[in-house]
């Protein structure tokens, strides 16, 4: 009977896990981008504010509040020929602590000839024992740019929070033209505070970001390293292969954060103002 009773409280756990989806495509109309195609699923859903510069802008909401062991979103975003899309949340994404389960984030990115998407969601926070698996997938026509940054931050340092142990799976891959341009796989497992406080790995910071340019060249690396003085944290930034990739390390989200607004205005790329309030 125990048994029995065991797996049915795990049946009714895993029922009751949250899903959400969100399919949007975007064309370029009439000196703009507009909305084709708008897919809301579960808890997931997707607002307009504004349009400048003939860029949409898209916020993406969780109506859940925040994300724990078992539940399962996917984004899937296409950007079409000459179309300009800013993606991002309205708030920082919170994942909590799970009894097992993983939580696992889908992100596919299209974007056809001409397109740009600039994909800024705010800061993921990682609380204590949360398990995180997210897959981002990106696949850029020839001719076709992006911009992206995703920040993770290891509990609320103002909180007195820490993250003592877990998991985070990270996996992204970037293909152009169908080939593959760019492959990153973070892993972080078990004891995550013992790992960042390594000199090779965090030194003791607990927030840490990846912006991704393409296409991406020298000047990239120029008006980023020109800001070296400014930063509050650690930020290095590469060029190879028609992309340049920076990452960022810091002792805190709000270090974290400041950083990231500086690197994007050198890259010509403003921050939602969701990022500000």
């Known amino acids: 009977m125990a048994v029995l009773a065991t ?3 795990s049946d009714i756990f895993l029922a009751n896990r949250a899903t959400g989806t969100i399919a949007l495509s975007v064309t370029a109309r009439d000196g703009g981008t507009h909305r084709q195609t708008v897919h809301e699923a579960g808890s997931l859903r997707v607002r307009f504010p504004n349009v400048t510069a003939g860029a949409l802008e898209a916020v993406i909401v969780n109506t859940g509040g925040g994300m724990t062991g078992g539940d399962r979103f996917t984004v899937d975003i296409a950007v079409g020929d000459g179309a300009h899309l800013v ?3 309205t708030a920082a994404e919170k994942i909590y602590r799970s009894t097992g389960p993983d939580v696992a984030m889908d992100v596919s990115l299209k974007v056809a000839r ?6 800024l969601p705010q800061e993921t926070i990682l609380f204590d024992r949360a398990r995180l698996s997210r897959h981002i997938d990106i696949d850029l026509a020839d001719g076709a740019s992006l911009i992206m940054a995703e920040a993770v931050v290891f509990g609320r340092l103002a909180m007195g929070e820490a993250v003592v142990g877990g998991f985070l799976a990270d996996r992204w891959r970037l293909r152009r033209g169908g080939k593959l341009v760019y492959a990153d796989t973070l892993r972080l497992d078990g004891p995550i505070s013992e790992t960042l406080a390594q000199r090779a790995v965090a030194k003791g910071g607990i927030a840490v970001a990846t912006v991704l340019l393409a296409p991406g060249d020298e000047r990239a690396l120029e008006a980023v390293r ?7 944290g650690e930020v290095g930034i590469s060029a190879w292969n028609g992309i340049a990739v920076a990452r960022l390390c810091a002792e805190d989200g ?4 400041h950083d990231l607004i500086a690197i994007l205005a050198a890259l010509g790329t403003s921050v939602p103002r969701l990022w500000l309030q």
């Open 114 to 119: 001409g397109g740009h998407l600039a994909w």
């Open 87 to 89: 993606a991002g949340t």
């Open 7 to 9: 797996t049915q409280s």
């Open 254 to 257: 709000a270090r974290l954060r």
């Open 226 to 232: 020109a800001l070296d003085e400014q930063f509050l």
